[in-house]
Each structure stands twice: as structure tokens, then as C-alpha cells.
Nanobody, 122 residues
Framework: QLQASGGGLVQAGDSLTLSCAAS????????VGWFRQAPGNRREFVAC???????KYLDSVKGRFTISRDNAKNTVYLQMNSLKLEDTAVYYC??????????????????WGQGTLVTVSS
């Protein structure tokens, strides 16, 4: 139901934009979130965008990553600038209707996409 794409191999300091595409209407009324999982680590929240326009970011990506959504295209984007080695991970998108105060919690998300690998090299 969700298709994440846009990952790749980049150098530190480069930019990359990830896309999360959904089947028609799937995003309606949902918050869409991006999570990532680095090797050996737990999956962590990165950013999310609510249906009514609110955004939230992981502290370590604030000022570097920007999440946006195009409801007409049923797509959510994650613009990643100034990439760092520690941003290397598989990035996933998912949806939730959970209250805003709990949108960073993975367990409340469903319809996970297959993930897209971002590798940042030095």
C-alpha cells in the first residue's frame, strides 16, 4: 500500500529526497511518518506530517530534513540535506491516526512500506 523510494548512495554533505507513495486516498485523514533503521539498531522515528499540516522531527535531523506532502499526488516527501554518516539506514514510511502526542511511537503506525536504503559515505 505504501511505496518508499529515492534511497541511494551519497557522500556526506549531499542531499537526497525520499518519496512515499500511496494508493489513492490512503493518506486521507492520516499522519504519515518516516522512520529509519540502521544496522544493529532499533527502528526510530524521523519525521511526520499530519493531515492538517503539523510536522514533527527527530532532534538530530531538525534543520536538515524537511517533510512535505502532496495530497493530490498521494505522496509524502522527505528532503534530506547535509547528510551525515549516521543518517545511513533503511528508511520506511507508514501511517497513523494516533493522537499527536504519540506520533513518534512506532507501534501506532500501520501499512509500512518496504523501505528504501540510504547510505552516506565519507
Amino acid at each position: 500500500q505504501l511505496q518508499a523510494s529515492g534511497g541511494g548512495l551519497v557522500q556526506a554533505g549531499d542531499s537526497l529526497t525520499l518519496s512515499c507513495a500511496a494508493s489513492s486516498g490512503l493518506f486521507r485523514g492520516y499522519t504519515v511518518g518516516w522512520f529509519r533503521q540502521a544496522p544493529g539498531n532499533r527502528r526510530e522515528f524521523v519525521a511526520c506530517f499530519s493531515w492538517d499540516g503539523k510536522t514533527k522531527y527527530l532532534d538530530s535531523v531538525k534543520g536538515r530534513f524537511t517533510i512535505s506532502r502532496d495530497n493530490a499526488k498521494n505522496t509524502v516527501y522527505l528532503q534530506m540535506n547535509s547528510l551525515k554518516l549516521e543518517d545511513t539506514a533503511v528508511y520506511y514510511c507508514a501511517i497513523t491516526r494516533v493522537v499527536w502526542g504519540r506520533v513518534t511511537e512506532e507501534s501506532f503506525y500501520t501499512s509500512w512500506g518496504q523501505g528504501t536504503l540510504v547510505t552516506v559515505s565519507s
